[in-house]
C-alpha cells in the first residue's frame, strides 16, 4: 500500500481508498481514554486495507459537522474511488452526509464491533457508572446505523454494508478484499485504452455494440486503428527479432512439429508488430477484425495474428477476434480480477456426459491453460479469411466462470455469470481452444437459463468462482448483474 495526502498529485496507476471513522465530539471530555481507543480501532482498520495495489487515503476520526464538510471536501480532493466508513460508536448522521456527499463516490458501511461479546459480568461489576458507560460506546457501533441508512434513502445514495468484528472474522475481511478487487476493475477501465481494428464480422447482428453506452458505463478511451497501420509495422521488423519471438513461441508453446518454419517466421512479424502497436497506442485491451482482401500485406497481417494475440492476452492485454467489443470489456474484467479471461462460446453438448463444450478459434488466454498450449496448422480459417496457425488449448480444470457482458433491449449493459466446473477429458483436436465444461442445473436447463438473459454469442472464462467480486463490481457500475444457477 502506498498512502498518500489528499494535497498530492493524482496517479492514476492505483485505485485510491478512503477511509474515515465516526464519533461524536461531546463524548471526549466525558468519557476518558474513548477518544484514542476508537482511533485505534480505525488505525487497525486503515492496517488491514493495506494492500500494495491501492492507495489508501486515511482521514481518521471525524467527530463534528464541520469537520464533515472539511473532510469530503478532502475526499474529493484526493479522487478517491471509494470510500470505506467505519462506524465506530454512535454518531450524528450529520457528521456523515457531507463526507459521502461531497466525494460522490460508492460507500461501503463497516460496522464492526471491538469483540464478539462483552464481558457482561464484568462490565455490570464495575461501580463505575461513568466508566460503564465509556466502555458501552466503545462496543456500540451497531447503534447508528439505522439513522445513517435512513439518510442515505432519502437522500438517494446508495451504500452497502459488512457487519461483524473487528478482529478474527474472516467474513468481513473477505467481504473487504471483494470489494477491494472490484474497485480495482472500476479503477482499471475507467483508465483503459481499448483498441479497435478493423470492422465487424458482417451479419453477427449479436455483437454489434454501441461505443457510447460502453464509454459511458466503463469508462475509458476507445482508440481506432487500422490494420494498415499493423501491416507497416510488420514490414520494419528485423530478421534477427523474429529469429528471437519464434524461439519464444517455442519456449512459450508446444509447437507441434508440423508446424511449418515460415509459417512460425509470419506468426512471429505479425507478434512483434502487435506489441509495437499496443505500445505506440498505449493499449489496455484490443477487439479486431478484418478480411484482407485485396491487400496482401492486410491479409498477410491478418491471418498470423493468433499467436501474438494470445501472447498478448497472457499478458494483461487481452484480445478479442471478430471485433467483439462487450466480450473485450469482460475479458479485461476477468483478467484484472486475476482469474484470466479466455474467449469462448458455445461449441456443441455432450448428453452423454452432461458437458457443455465451449472454446473458440482465434487466441486464447494461455495462462489459464491446463498443460502447456499446442500450436497448429490449419489450411483454412473456417468462415474467415486466411490460414495459418492456429492454439489449442483448454482452461485449467477446476472451478471456472463464465462472464458476459450484455447490451440489453433497453439500452443499458449488464452482466450475467455463472460458476462453472472445466473438467477432463476428450476434446476437439482441431486446433482451437476448447473446454468441457459441468454446468449448474445440467445441460439442457443451463443454456435456456443463460440464454434467456440475451447475451451475445461469445463469453469469457476465468478460473475459480469468482461471482461475489462480479457482484459488487456490478453495484460499483450501477448495472444489473445476475448469476445463472
Same mark, same amino acid.
Given at each position: 500500500?502506498?498512502?498518500?495526502?489528499?494535497?498530492?498529485?493524482?496517479?492514476?496507476?492505483?485505485?485510491?481508498?478512503?477511509?474515515?471513522?465516526?464519533?461524536?465530539?461531546?463524548?471526549?471530555?466525558?468519557?476518558?481514554?474513548?477518544?484514542?481507543?476508537?482511533?485505534?480501532?480505525?488505525?487497525?482498520? $486503515?492496517?488491514?486495507?493495506?494492500?500494495?495495489?491501492? !492507495?489508501?487515503?486515511?482521514?481518521?476520526?471525524?467527530?463534528?459537522?464541520?469537520?464533515?464538510?472539511?473532510?469530503?471536501? +478532502?475526499?474529493?480532493?484526493?479522487?478517491?474511488?471509494?470510500?470505506?466508513?467505519?462506524?465506530?460508536?454512535?454518531?450524528?448522521?450529520?457528521?456523515?452526509?457531507?463526507?459521502?456527499?461531497?466525494?460522490?463516490? =460508492?460507500?461501503?458501511?463497516?460496522?464492526? &464491533? =471491538?469483540?464478539?461479546?462483552?464481558?457482561?459480568?464484568?462490565?455490570?461489576?464495575?461501580?463505575?457508572?461513568? $466508566?460503564?458507560?465509556?466502555?458501552?460506546?466503545?462496543?456500540? &457501533?451497531?447503534?447508528?446505523?439505522?439513522?445513517?441508512?435512513?439518510?442515505?434513502?432519502?437522500?438517494?445514495?446508495?451504500?452497502?454494508?459488512?457487519?461483524?468484528?473487528?478482529?478474527?472474522?474472516?467474513?468481513?475481511?473477505?467481504?473487504?478484499?471483494?470489494?477491494?478487487?472490484?474497485?480495482?476493475?472500476?479503477?482499471?477501465?475507467?483508465?483503459?485504452?481499448?483498441?479497435?481494428?478493423?470492422? @465487424?464480422?458482417?451479419?453477427?447482428?449479436?455483437?454489434?455494440?454501441?461505443?457510447?453506452?460502453?464509454?459511458?458505463?466503463?469508462?475509458?478511451?476507445?482508440?481506432?486503428?487500422?490494420?494498415?497501420?499493423?501491416?507497416?509495422?510488420?514490414?520494419?521488423? &528485423?530478421?534477427?527479432?523474429?529469429?528471437?519471438?519464434?524461439?519464444?513461441? @517455442?519456449?512459450?508453446?508446444?509447437?507441434?512439429?508440423?508446424?511449418?518454419?515460415? !509459417?512460425?517466421? /509470419? $506468426?512471429?512479424?505479425?507478434?512483434?508488430?502487435?506489441?509495437?502497436?499496443?505500445? /505506440?497506442?498505449?493499449?489496455?485491451?484490443?477487439?479486431?477484425?478484418?478480411?484482407?482482401?485485396?491487400?496482401?500485406?492486410?491479409?498477410?497481417?491478418?491471418?498470423?495474428?493468433?499467436?501474438?494475440?494470445?501472447?498478448?492476452?497472457?499478458?494483461?492485454?487481452?484480445?478479442?477476434?471478430?471485433?467483439?467489443?462487450?466480450?473485450?470489456?469482460?475479458?479485461?474484467?476477468?483478467?484484472?480480477?486475476?482469474?484470466?479471461?479466455?474467449?469462448?462460446?458455445? @461449441?456443441?453438448?455432450?448428453?452423454?456426459?452432461?458437458?457443455?463444450?465451449?472454446?473458440?478459434?482465434?487466441?486464447?488466454?494461455?495462462?489459464?491453460?491446463?498443460?502447456?498450449?499446442?500450436?497448429?496448422?490449419?489450411?483454412?480459417?473456417?468462415?474467415?479469411?486466411?490460414?495459418?496457425?492456429?492454439?489449442?488449448?483448454?482452461?485449467?480444470?477446476?472451478?471456472?466462470?463464465?462472464?458476459?457482458?450484455?447490451?440489453?433491449?433497453?439500452?443499458?449493459?449488464?452482466?450475467?455469470?455463472?460458476?462453472? +466446473?472445466?473438467?477432463?477429458?476428450?476434446?476437439? !483436436?482441431?486446433?482451437?481452444?476448447?473446454?468441457?465444461?459441468?454446468?449448474?442445473?445440467?445441460?439442457?436447463?443451463?443454456?435456456?437459463?443463460?440464454?434467456?438473459?440475451?447475451?451475445?454469442?461469445?463469453?469469457?472464462?476465468?478460473?475459480?468462482?469468482?461471482?461475489?467480486?462480479?457482484?459488487?463490481?456490478?453495484?460499483?457500475?450501477?448495472? +444489473?448483474?445476475?448469476?445463472?444457477?
Amino acid at each position: 500500500m502506498k498512502s498518500s495526502t489528499p494535497s498530492e498529485n493524482r496517479s492514476f496507476s492505483l485505485p485510491r481508498i478512503g477511509l474515515f471513522g465516526i464519533g461524536l465530539d461531546a463524548y471526549w471530555p466525558q468519557f476518558a481514554g474513548l477518544k484514542d481507543r476508537l482511533e485505534s480501532y480505525i488505525q487497525l482498520v $486503515a492496517n488491514r486495507l493495506a494492500r500494495p495495489d491501492v !492507495e489508501l487515503v486515511n482521514l481518521g476520526l471525524v467527530d463534528h459537522p464541520q469537520r464533515a464538510m472539511e473532510a469530503g471536501h +478532502e475526499f474529493r480532493r484526493a479522487d478517491v474511488d471509494i470510500i470505506f466508513l467505519y462506524v465506530t460508536t454512535y454518531a450524528l448522521s450529520a457528521t456523515v452526509l457531507p463526507v459521502v456527499r461531497r466525494a460522490g463516490v =460508492p460507500v461501503v458501511l463497516l460496522n464492526l &464491533s =471491538p469483540g464478539a461479546a462483552l464481558d457482561y459480568a464484568r462490565f455490570n461489576a464495575s461501580r463505575d457508572r461513568t $466508566a460503564m458507560t465509556g466502555e458501552w460506546l466503545a462496543w456500540c &457501533s451497531a447503534c447508528p446505523m439505522p439513522e445513517i441508512a435512513n439518510v442515505f434513502n432519502r437522500c438517494g445514495i446508495a451504500f452497502h454494508q459488512i457487519t461483524g468484528t473487528l478482529e478474527n472474522d474472516p467474513h468481513v475481511w473477505t467481504q473487504i478484499d471483494q470489494w477491494l478487487d472490484a474497485v480495482k476493475v472500476t479503477h482499471t477501465l475507467e483508465h483503459n485504452r481499448l483498441g479497435l481494428m478493423g470492422h @465487424y464480422y458482417g451479419g453477427m447482428l449479436d455483437i454489434y455494440s454501441d461505443l457510447t453506452l460502453h464509454a459511458g458505463t466503463f469508462g475509458g478511451h476507445i482508440e481506432m486503428l487500422e490494420v494498415d497501420e499493423l501491416a507497416a509495422l510488420r514490414a520494419a521488423i &528485423s530478421d534477427a527479432d523474429i529469429q528471437q519471438r519464434v524461439q519464444h513461441f @517455442y519456449d512459450v508453446f508446444d509447437v507441434q512439429p508440423d508446424c511449418p518454419s515460415h !509459417e512460425l517466421a /509470419r $506468426a512471429a512479424r505479425t507478434s512483434l508488430a502487435l506489441d509495437r502497436l499496443v505500445d /505506440r497506442h498505449g493499449l489496455g485491451s484490443m477487439a479486431y477484425y478484418h478480411m484482407g482482401t485485396g491487400s496482401a500485406e492486410n491479409e498477410d497481417a491478418i491471418s498470423s495474428i493468433i499467436l501474438g494475440n494470445s501472447l498478448l492476452t497472457a499478458r494483461g492485454i487481452p484480445v478479442a477476434g471478430e471485433m467483439e467489443i462487450a466480450n473485450i470489456q469482460a475479458m479485461k474484467i476477468m483478467d484484472t480480477l486475476g482469474v484470466g479471461g479466455s474467449f469462448t462460446e458455445y @461449441y456443441g453438448v455432450d448428453f452423454n456426459d452432461d458437458i457443455l463444450l465451449m472454446g473458440h478459434d482465434g487466441p486464447g488466454h494461455i495462462a489459464i491453460a491446463q498443460g502447456k498450449t499446442k500450436v497448429r496448422p490449419l489450411q483454412v480459417y473456417h468462415g474467415k479469411v486466411g490460414r495459418g496457425l492456429s492454439v489449442e488449448m483448454s482452461v485449467k480444470h477446476g472451478p471456472v466462470t463464465l462472464l458476459s457482458v450484455v447490451q440489453t433491449g433497453g439500452g443499458k449493459l449488464k452482466l450475467i455469470y455463472a460458476h462453472v +466446473e472445466s473438467v477432463p477429458g476428450p476434446i476437439l !483436436e482441431i486446433g482451437n481452444t476448447n473446454s468441457r465444461y459441468k454446468v449448474p442445473g445440467g445441460v439442457r436447463h443451463f443454456m435456456e437459463a443463460w440464454n434467456a438473459h440475451g447475451p451475445a454469442h461469445h463469453c469469457a472464462a476465468g478460473i475459480g468462482h469468482v461471482g461475489a467480486k462480479i457482484e459488487k463490481l456490478g453495484h460499483l457500475l450501477g448495472i +444489473e448483474t445476475h448469476q445463472v444457477v
